[in-house]
């Protein structure tokens, strides 16, 4: 993907959020699952504030269930991208929408992460895109395995970063006009 920066930076304009899965059935069962919807809907809520457009995937909701009701509430009008291949790009109509979006930067938040989440990311990196995976808005049922797959994304190339760090990387400075409304959304 022409335009993703080899170090990592982050402008409103060149930046997409790819929300992974954030699903019902899944809350109950993953390791800090509290802590990643919150941060997944400061994650939301930065975004919408921003215009950075946000693709949400749930993968096999009869299932798995539909999005968290926080994150969906934070999303506001919205419809998922249904899937159940686990990489994102394992589905014809959503790699078209990554695509079309135009935007070499993704920040990839969801879970598991180690399946749908490291498989987007590894197939992301390959496409030519910067990933940027969000480390306290992604996981999995056990931690050592979300520890695996943060650490295999970093040694494949993906930035590790977190919620407030993106947020406050694509504003640049307390003068942008952004800048108290995103303060907000990160207390």
């Known amino acids: 993907m022409a335009g993703a920066d080899n170090l990592g930076r982050l ?7 790819l929300l992974i ?4 059935k899944f809350a109950p069962a993953i390791h800090g699952m509290d802590k990643v919807i919150d941060n997944c809907v400061r994650l939301v809520r930065g975004c919408r504030e921003l215009g950075v457009p946000i693709l949400v995937t749930e993968q096999y909701p009869q299932g798995l269930g ?11 009008d919205f419809k998922p991208l249904v ?3 686990f990489s994102l ?4 109509d959503i790699a078209g929408a990554i695509l ?22 590894l197939d992301a990196l390959g496409a030519g895109y910067a990933v940027h995976w969000i480390a306290d808005a ?6 050592d395995n979300a520890k695996a797959a943060t650490k295999r994304a970093r040694q494949c190339g993906a ?6 760090m993106v947020l406050f990387q694509m504003i640049d400075t307390a003068e942008h006009e952004k800048f108290r409304a995103i303060s907000k959304i990160v207390k």
């Not at 790009?89 to 014809?92: A, E, I, R, S, V």
């Not at 930035?159 to 407030?164: G, N």
């Open 66 to 76: 539909r999005t968290v009701p926080q994150v969906a509430e934070a999303l506001g």
């Open 138 to 143: 992604v996981s999995s049922r056990a931690a």
């Open 21 to 24: 899965d954030v699903q019902e």
């Open 83 to 85: 899937k159940t291949a």
């Open 89 to 92: 790009f394992g589905d014809q």
């Open 100 to 121: 079309n979006m135009n935007r070499p930067n993704l920040l990839v938040a969801g879970v598991e992460a180690h399946v749908c989440v490291i498989k987007t990311a």
């Open 11 to 17: 402008a409103i304009a060149d930046t997409a959020l």
């Open 159 to 164: 930035f590790l970063a977190s919620t407030e």
